[in-house]
T-cell receptor, first 109, second 115 residues
Framework: SQQGEEDPQALSIQEGENATMNCSYKTSINNLQWYRQNSGRGLVHLIL?????REKHSGRLRVTLDTSKKSSSLLITASRAADTASYFCANQGAQKLVFGQGTRLTINP | DAGVIQSPRHEVTEMGQEVTLRCKPI?????LFWYRQTMMRGLELLIYFNNNVPIDDSGMPEDRFSAKMPNASFSTLKIQPSEPRDSAVYFC?????????????FGSGTRLTVV
């Protein structure tokens, strides 16, 4: 399988804390993307980092990419209750987007 | 733009029946993808189209599954005959390009239950 792995599978933190999720992948990539999925809904694209980039920011999101280790991390700062969702990394080679298994993030008020 | 539109949102059918899932991509997006999501296997790419032409159907589980894209604004995924193991959430997604740095826009999905 080309699916990557995400770590942890589940994460529960207090509102206001930072949340870090990690992702590993198996093949060479053009870019790596992160998506959020709220319960019962479709996936929403959050951020994309290209293979020649090492770090990218978007609002409260910070993504890093280490192509030598085939890994990426997503940091959500100052978490809010509305951030409760599942987060998926997806690596894109030539055309296909291959998703990891996801991290279930719960923000406790 | 209303985004990617899928119908129906929920489908319950009996084993052996034909099921057709529908998708309207975002206008101007040249790529359309069908994914299936289950607890056991996560998100699996079934098939994708470029300019209405199927490019890679290697993820289609078996001959019971077929997909078409008769025009740029409509695609269907058909299962005939359906089986209980086909129960899953099926997502359609579209993108202006593939592999060059655009994210996908997903529909809300069709939750299929085969009893």
């Amino acid at each position: 399988s080309q699916q990557g792995e995400e770590d942890p599978q589940a994460l529960s933190i207090q509102e206001g804390e930072n949340a870090t999720m990690n992702c590993s992948y198996k093949t060479s990539i053009n870019n790596l993307q992160w998506y959020r999925q709220n319960s019962g809904r479709g996936l929403v694209h959050l951020i994309l980092i290209r293979s020649n980039e090492r770090e990218k920011h978007s609002g409260r999101l910070r993504v890093t990419l280490d192509t030598s280790k085939k890994s990426s991390s997503l940091l959500i700062t100052a978490s809010r209750a509305a951030d409760t969702a599942s987060y998926f990394c997806a690596n894109q080679g030539a055309q296909k987007l291959v998703f990891g298994q996801g991290t279930r993030l719960t923000i406790n008020p | 733009d209303a985004g990617v539109i899928q119908s129906p949102r929920h489908e319950v059918t009996e084993m052996g029946q034909e099921v057709t899932l529908r998708c309207k991509p975002i206008s101007g997006h040249d790529y359309l993808f069908w994914y299936r999501q289950t607890m056991m296997r996560g998100l699996e790419l079934l098939i994708y189209f470029n300019n209405n032409v199927p490019i890679d159907d290697s993820g289609m589980p078996e001959d019971r599954f077929s997909a078409k894209m008769p025009n740029a604004s409509f695609s269907t995924l058909k299962i005939q005959p359906s089986e209980p193991r086909d129960s899953a959430v099926y997502f359609c997604a579209s993108s202006p390009t593939a592999g060059t740095g655009y994210g996908y826009t997903f529909g809300s999905g069709t939750r299929l239950t085969v009893v």
